[in-house]
């Protein structure tokens, strides 16, 4: 081989990270709330509903909880979780900057926290909608 070609085991690396930012889904180069909302609503085939959003986030699931139960009605404000008391920074990125640009942080929360209210993960198009409804909400 010569030394201006790359060797095999250079080009692995690459080929395993560019294989698990695929498998990884839409979410996993997103840095803004936008770019997250983009790869959520083209998973879902459809346009994300900020009215949905609001009713999913707001609206008990079966058992005792919604995502308001611990993030609060107005999701501008900080919130407290509802059995351990700790408390929960703003969720709408207007008031909280640092909300939904960590993809796998997102997807950890969303996984998290779907289980607990509606007691399975979330679509991408619930996502979406609840993403689209935060983005929504001035400061």
């Known amino acids: 081989m010569t030394p201006d070609r790359p060797t095999p085991k250079r080009r692995r690396p690459m080929a395993v990270l560019l294989l ?13 709330p936008g770019e997250l909302l ?3 609503s083209a998973s ?3 346009p994300a509903a900020a009215a949905r959003g609001e009713r999913l986030f707001t609206t008990r699931h079966g058992a005792q909880w919604s995502c308001s139960s611990c993030h609060g009605t107005a999701p501008v404000q ?8 700790k408390a929960i920074t703003a969720l709408a990125p207007a008031a909280n900057a ?7 942080k997102v997807e950890k929360w969303f996984r998290r926290n ?22 929504s909400l001035p400061r």
């Open 38 to 40: 983009a790869g959520y």
């Open 78 to 85: 900080p919130g407290q979780h509802a059995s351990t008391g």
């Open 44 to 46: 879902a085939g459809a």
């Open 114 to 135: 779907c289980n607990d209210v509606l007691g399975r993960e979330c679509s991408a198009g619930e996502k979406a909608d609840v993403l689209a409804w935060l983005i």
């Open 20 to 32: 698990a930012s695929l498998l990884a889904g839409p979410a996993a180069h997103a840095a803004t």
């Open 98 to 104: 640092q909300r939904f640009t960590d993809a796998a």
